[in-house]
């Protein structure tokens, strides 16, 4: 399976809120910078810390667009977070099913047709502006 085809199925199985499939993709030391500060180490980790967020945001990736390094193993996608704030999560605002759309970039590492590294960015002002 190539690298687009592991990302693809990975962000489609995160917006499915599919925890045993976002494992199956996940090297077991995989890595999550969460564009936030945060790094989570593990797939377990990963893949609960991941559910946790798409199921309180009900999290879609819109107008994906998927670039990859020469070598194949490295993903970078542009997309448009979409969804709404549906559960309150810790240190965030009290959740009220506020929509939000925001500017996203997320940057994968592939190692043997599993991701090794994910990272997320996206507009945190915007967001929070959104949700509170």
Excluded: C
């Excluded at 494992?23 to 980790?45: F, H, N, P, T």
């Excluded at 670039?67 to 997309?79: F, H, K, N, Y």
């Amino acid at each position: 399976m190539d690298s687009a085809t592991i990302v693809t199925q990975f962000l489609d199985a995160l917006e499915a809120v599919d925890g045993d499939a976002l494992a199956a993709l996940l090297d077991e030391d995989a890595v999550y910078d969460d564009g936030d500060g945060r790094r989570i180490v593990g797939a377990s980790a990963v893949r609960d810390t991941l559910v946790e967020r798409a199921s309180a945001l009900n999290e879609r990736f819109a107008d994906r667009v998927l670039l990859s390094s020469q070598a194949g193993d490295r993903i970078a996608v542009e997309a448009t977070l979409r969804g709404t704030y549906e559960r309150t999560l810790d240190g965030w605002s009290k959740a009220g099913s506020q929509p939000f759309s925001v500017s996203s970039g997320l940057f994968f590492e592939i190692d043997g047709a599993k991701i090794v590294r994910f990272t997320r960015y996206h507009d945190q002002q915007a967001l929070t502006a959104a949700l509170t």
